[in-house]
């Protein structure tokens, strides 16, 4: 086992990515760039806005910063490697690198997860109980919650990287996917993998589908407030407010949830790196756009900025 571990250590692995990378490299390697780039400058820009437009300063956009955050540190970790694979065409990955992408793929899926349904939560609280809105989703409250939500999830995130750091991957050095995913790096595995067996179902429960179920049971009770409202001015201006949300959980809940419950078969492995690479890449880029695009205060906030901006110059 000694020797199995230090040479997984010494020789890293083999991320195997696209099999047509060869061939339409710079093709790929302009996309990832695009996608990228794209993805930290439209999330940044709603952090700046969220930090700069006092009429951004609610529990909803707090989250939403957050969820901005969370997607930078998520696609910069992995993009970039990709990337360089792309580009060079070298498909090996340090044994401490890889560690590093299970620590933040951990840490920002299980993140994402629950801070959808804190923002699900927040629009129940907002339509169901508007008079007690800003009795329970008070700045303490809000604050203290995303601080043990990273915490929980960082911590979270170690463990998995210790449990496989001890690891033996003696069947090959070889990842069929494009980042080093917990799934894939268990099926090299040669050792005793039933601590993170069960790690990872018990996560696939009580992070996954329980913040989803919770979510939808929001949205449930939202419909059913809005059913009752009369006049369709009050609830256009509900659905346009819960669109963008449902929109973004929507995208990263199906993509996520139907890459891990699909079973594998033999040529089900470019149909998973495309449905990863949606949820790692695409995702984190379209959520600021969701949210901008039908979102009277994020364009107000914008105006407001870039006036600011142009009068100090």
Not at 171 to 196: E, Q, Y
Not at 266 to 274: A, R, V
Request: one cysteine or more.
């Amino acid at each position: 086992m000694e020797n199995a571990l230090n040479s997984t250590m010494n020789n890293g692995f083999h991320l195997l990515a696209f099999s047509t990378s060869g061939e339409y490299s710079w093709t790929i390697f302009f996309g990832l760039s695009l996608m990228y780039l794209m993805c930290v400058t439209l999330n940044i820009t709603i952090i700046v806005l969220v930090c700069l437009a006092h009429q951004l300063h609610t529990p909803m956009y707090f989250f939403l910063c957050n969820l901005a955050a969370q997607d930078i540190i998520f696609v910069s970790a992995v993009l970039p490697k990709l990337m360089a694979i792309t580009l060079t065409g070298d498909p090996r990955i340090s044994f401490h690198g890889c560690i590093i992408q299970v620590f933040t793929f951990a840490v920002c899926v299980d993140l994402d997860f629950l801070l959808l349904a804190t923002m699900g939560y927040d629009r129940y609280v907002a339509i169901c109980m508007p008079l007690r809105y800003h009795l329970i989703m008070n700045t303490r409250l809000c604050v203290l919650l995303m601080v043990t939500l990273w915490a929980f999830c960082a911590a979270n995130g170690l463990c998995f990287s210790l449990l496989l750091s001890h690891v033996r991957f003696c069947k090959s050095h070889d990842l069929n996917f494009f980042f080093c995913d917990i799934k894939i790096m268990l099926g090299i595995s040669c050792g005793d993998i039933t601590p993170i067996v069960k790690l990872v179902s018990f996560e696939a429960m009580f992070i996954g589908f329980l913040p989803f179920a919770l979510t939808v049971s929001s949205y449930i009770r939202i419909t059913l407030t809005m059913l009752r409202i009369k006049t369709s001015a009050a609830r256009l201006k509900i659905f346009s407010s819960c669109s963008s949300h449902l929109t973004v959980v929507l995208l990263f809940c199906g993509t996520s949830l139907s890459l891990y419950m699909k079973s594998d078969s033999g040529d089900s492995g470019e149909q998973n790196k495309l449905l990863g690479l949606i949820y790692v890449g695409l995702v984190p880029m379209v959520n600021p756009v969701v949210y901008s695009l039908r979102n009277r205060q994020i364009r107000s906030a914008t105006k407001t900025v870039y006036a600011q901006f142009m009068a100090k110059k």
